[in-house]
Structure formats: C-alpha cells, structure tokens
C-alpha cells in the first residue's frame, strides 16, 4: 500500500531513557529544571521535587530490556512521567513499552489524551523475573492538537513510595513516513556520451523507524549503467559498493536493469535495514549510481524516477508501504553520426587525364544533422575541371556545404579534375555537423592515385617504313 500523506510527526524523545548516562542509579531532574547542569531530556513528572530515577543496565542485577540504561517510575514518591506532544487530529499513533516490577508484582497505567483529561488506555501487572512487552495503538480524537502520553504508578510491591515499576524502551508517535528526493547531475541539455549521476535521498519523517527500507531505481532506458559506480554517499554504511549481489547493500541487476540498495541500519546484501527519523538522522541517508547517456537518446529526454518499500513493525503485524521520488529528466542534445567515404574511379591516370573523384557524406543518426560541410582540397598536381552534387562546392577553400542531412539519408559530390603532374596524389575529405558526432573516427577518408608521365609525342616507331 502507498504511504498516506504525511501527518504532523509525533515521536517521544528519550524513550529509551539513555540520556543522560549514568552509572549504578541516579535520580536526576525532569526536563522542565532548565538551570540543572545534568537534566533528563523529554521526561515531566508530576512528583513535586521533579525527580527522575534511572538505572543503569544490570546495576542490582536488572538488566534493561533495550539499550544501557532504563527508568524507574517511582523515584522519591509515587508519580506520573509523560510527555505532551503536538498531534494532529485523525492520525493513527502507535505506542509500544517495557514494564517489570522491582520487588514483586508491581502495576503501572498508560494514560493518554489532552492535558488535564486523560484517558487510562491498559494496565500493566509485572513481576521481577522479566519484562513484560506491550503496544497498543491511538487515534487523535478531533480537535486535539496537544497529546500527552503518561505513565502513571498504581501499586508497587513492598509499599515504599520511591520503589517500584520499572520502564524501558518506550515508543509513541507516528508510523514511518519515508521521502525520497532525486538529483541528477549535471542539469543539462547534456551530449551523447555524457555521463549523468544520479543521487536519491531517504529521510523518514515520519515517528517511528522505516524497517527493511530497499531502494530501487531502474536505470533510464536510452542509457547504460557505469560499471562500479554504487555507493552510499552520507548516513549509515557509507562508502563505495560492489556491482555483485554479495556481502555489501547495493548491487546492479543487469538482467533486470535496475540497481538495488538496502539502506539504514543494519542493512545487508541489497536487503533492507533501519532508518531512524529526522529527529535522530535530519539528513537522511543518500545513495548514488551514474548512467552514461546512450547514441539512441540524442535529440530525447530521459526520465528517472526511484522507488522505495520498506515496513511499519510498531504494529503486532508488519504493514508494507512505498515511497516514489519526485522525476528528474534529462534534456539530450541531438547527434549525428556523420561519415565519409572518398573514391577514384581510377587510381593510376596519366598526365593530362582526367581523375574522378565521389566523395558520398551518410549520416547514421540518431537525428538529422544541420550544418553539414565537407572539407576537401585539391592537392597540388590537380587543377579543379568541374563539381556536380548538392549543395555548394566552394573550390577556393576546397568545401562543400552540404547542409542538412537527414537521418539515414546520403549525398555525393562528383569532383573532376586534371593531371598536371607526375607523382602520387593523395586527397582527403573530412565531414562535420552542427551536432554531436557520437563515432568521429570516421569523419575522415583518403583516396591516392598514381598520375604517370605522358607518354612521348615523337614515338620513333611510328616513323618507321
């Protein structure tokens, strides 16, 4: 299914209770004591002292569920952490916790609603030996623009105020929402020839992680991809990738034409990893390949558009969802192929004769082509009688303009011209165009002719009785 539009994010910041580091136990004060060198950033309590307890991974023996460090709810009195969130009306929240009891089985509520007018969501009863897991969902009710998310104690094991119901791991905000924005570079009109890099951007702006996240852009038709040109450009595993579908996250489907990335965390073998939100990762994470633009593209655009799938697991079930990029197209400027091809109908005259040359021009495409000339001067040794063909021969600066030339299409030009001299003669004739040639190398060609002295007048062989 396609991600919806993207609502306002919601996520809770500290849920894991790692900041600030601690080592053992400290209590420590909630966010609203500014003036505190050491505070515990995102959690409110209601407990007058604003005091929050939070434990280090297995100080006492209790290890955290997730992370280094987890909190308790009870600190130095019985009490509610919360935060309050900007929330927009509608949208569907998802929240999932941690709970085991300190001394026993102790219970805790998650309230949720407007400040001032929660509402108890579930209880949870937990005892010492593990962590119990737990998620739940929560749908805006209208008009409520500011949500707070709490957790108030009910009963702890023991009776002691201070003691009692541990917390871990905590999430409540909005699903994944991932936007992929497409460059590519340079800008344009490019050549035939030219290479274009292509770089896709992946940020999720949505609350919760973006999970099994795998980009794919098919290369454009009308280019080729550039062999060892993957590469993860900024954010996790970044660095240049294989072509092959091995050990790295990228690699190029030649049979597919497409290229594959796993992006995020933990991303393996093209599969998909983890992507935090902009809140923990504000730029993102960028990928990149290069294409070189093919002879069939002359005179077209190309067009590119990358895709993403990836997973909303704050749910109990995994629910699939897609990003699409915004188009990037590609101005190509035409090419013609331009070729020449130069011929004498003899190649051994003598002094005196005529020698013909064709000069045929072809044009192979992908565009016609504007501009045409054919540079060809004569040598010395032969003295211009006469030019027949299209187009206009200038015989003092030896060029014929032949002007356009449509794809697939010919012209030739007959040039005749006398021996004036004895000797090889060798005569070239060069064609270029307003556009791109994508084959230069047969722009030029050569014929050489063997001009022979005349033979004597006074032949005394002839006067013989």
């Keep these: 299914m396609s991600t919806p539009p993207a609502p306002l994010r919601v996520a809770l910041a500290n849920g894991g209770f790692e900041q600030p580091a601690v080592t053992g136990v400290e209590i420590l004060p909630d966010a609203s004591q500014t003036q505190a060198p050491k505070r515990v950033p995102g959690w409110l309590t209601t407990a007058t002292d604003h005091r929050i307890e939070l434990w280090h991974s297995g100080f006492n023996g209790v290890p955290s569920a997730e992370g280094t460090q987890f909190a308790e709810l009870n600190a130095n009195q019985v009490s509610t952490l919360y935060q309050d969130l900007p929330t927009t009306p509608g949208t569907k929240l998802y929240w999932r916790l941690y709970h085991r009891g300190r001394q026993g089985d102790d219970t805790m509520a998650l309230d949720i609603g407007a400040p001032g007018a929660t509402v108890q969501q579930r209880r949870f009863t937990d005892g010492t030996t593990a962590w119990g897991y737990y998620t739940g969902t929560y749908t805006v009710p209208a008009g409520q623009t500011l949500t707070r998310f709490a957790f108030r104690s009910v009963s702890a094991a023991g009776g002691n105020q201070s003691i009692g ?60 991809y550039v062999p060892g040109s993957l590469r993860i450009v900024d954010g ?59 002879r069939a593209s002359g005179g077209r655009q190309i067009a590119n558009t990358a895709t993403a799938t990836y997973e909303n697991r704050l749910g109990d079930t995994p629910e699939p969802l897609t990003a699409t990029s915004d188009e990037r197209v590609t101005q190509v400027n035409p090419a013609a192929d331009l070729s020449v091809v130069k011929a004498a ?120 009785p």
Excluded: M
Excluded at 165 to 188: E, H
């Design 345 to 464: 109908d003899a190649t051994t005259v003598t002094v005196g004769q005529t020698v013909t040359y064709r000069i045929t021009v072809h044009n192979a495409g992908p565009n016609r082509a504007t501009g045409v000339t054919v540079t060809d001067r004569l040598p010395d040794g032969l003295v211009l009688l006469s030019a027949e063909g299209p187009g206009v021969y200038d015989p003092v600066a030896g060029r014929w303009t032949v002007g356009v030339l449509d794809d697939g299409a010919r012209a030739t030009l007959v040039l005749r011209a006398k021996a004036t001299a004895p000797g090889r003669v060798t005569n070239s004739a060069t064609v270029r165009g307003n556009e791109k040639d994508p084959d230069p190398g047969n722009n030029t060609d050569s014929v050489t002719i063997c001009v022979e002295p005349a033979p004597s007048c006074c032949d005394p062989c002839a006067t013989r």
């Design 165 to 224: 119901n541990f917390l871990d791991g905590i999430f409540f905000g909005t699903a994944p929402y991932v936007v992929l924005t497409k460059d590519a570079a340079p800008t344009g009109p490019l050549d035939v020839g030219d290479v274009i890099t292509y770089r896709i951007n992946a940020r999720n702006e949505g609350g919760g992680a973006a999970e099994n996240l795998v980009l794919t852009d098919a290369v454009p038709p009308g280019t080729t």
């Design 236 to 294: 996790p595993n970044a660095g240049a990738k294989t072509d092959a579908h091995d050990g790295d996250q990228a690699y190029y489907d030649a049979w597919g034409g497409k290229v594959v990335f796993g992006l995020g965390n933990g991303a393996t073998a093209g599969e998909g990893g983890s992507l935090p939100n902009t809140e923990t990762l504000p730029t993102g994470t960028t990928a990149e390949y290069r294409v070189t633009i093919d």
